[in-house]
């Protein structure tokens, strides 16, 4: 079965603070797909980032990071120098296969001005 | 591109009325959509997965009866909550899977949800 964790419930810091957001997934296959997904306050799901299984190689989109390590089954997500507008809750998934997405609780994000 | 209309946003209805919700895909043609439940400050739940012609696939503890999916062409699938209760009172969201390069590389695009209120 796979699973997805989101340890942090919430999350809350000063802007211009580095926060990083962690998630750990559980997998038996070895070819997956992992995601990130931020749900601002309207509700709608920005896609963020996708993952597979085979490029480990960490990514870096403007001030958003993220770090894939197999070794410990995470794919933790990194805002440097966050603002005020990246308040929002932040999903981690995963999807094995042709199976379904599967969605981690959410990390709610605070960003304080 | 792919990007998928979901009406309405919100909507409010009365105990024992029925809901539809639509998901239209404008760009693309979606042979596979999902739908999710949210509760307040809680995850996505998938309640069901529909391809278009066939039967939706239900998971374990959704009334199928009661949470009606029909995925009748390649650019629309529509959730009708029949006889809505306040417990039915919830965010809805639909998702179309998006293909991507390789055959088992897709993403998916999610519409902007539905805000149901059973009063």
């Known amino acids: 079965a796979q699973k997805v964790t989101q340890a942090q419930t919430e999350i809350s810091v000063v802007e211009k603070e580095d926060v990083t957001l962690d998630c750990v997934y559980e997998?038996?296959?070895?070819?997956?797909?992992l995601f990130w997904y931020k749900q601002p306050p309207s509700g709608e799901l920005v896609f963020l980032i996708r993952r597979n299984s085979f490029d480990e190689q960490n990514e870096i989109s403007g001030r958003y990071s993220w770090n894939f390590q197999k070794s410990t089954s995470s794919f933790n997500f990194t805002i440097t120098a966050s603002q005020v507008v990246d308040s929002a809750v932040y999903f981690c998934?995963?999807?094995?296969?042709?199976?379904?997405?599967?969605f981690g609780q959410g990390t709610r994000l605070t960003i304080n001005p | 591109g792919a990007v998928v209309s979901q009406h309405p946003s919100r909507v409010i209805c009365k105990s024992g009325t029925s809901v539809k919700i639509e998901c239209r895909s404008l760009?693309?043609?979606?042979?596979?959509m999902f739908w999710y439940r949210q509760f307040p400050k809680q995850s996505l739940m998938l309640m069901a997965t529909?391809?278009?012609?066939?039967?939706?696939?239900?998971e374990q503890g959704v009334e199928k009866d009661k949470f009606l999916i029909n995925h009748a062409s390649l650019t629309l699938s529509t959730l009708t909550v029949t006889s809505a209760h306040p417990e039915d009172s919830s965010f809805y969201i639909c998702?179309?899977?998006?293909?991507?390069?390789?055959?088992?590389?897709?993403?998916?695009?999610f519409g902007s949800g539905t805000r149901l209120t059973v009063v």
């Open positions: 998702s179309a899977r998006v293909k991507g390069g390789g055959a088992l590389d897709y993403g998916y695009t």
């Open positions: 529909s391809n278009e012609g066939s039967k939706a696939t239900y």
């Open positions: 997998t038996r296959d070895t070819t997956y797909y």
């Open positions: 760009d693309f043609q979606a042979t596979t």
């Open positions: 998934a995963l999807r094995q296969g042709a199976q379904k997405l599967v």
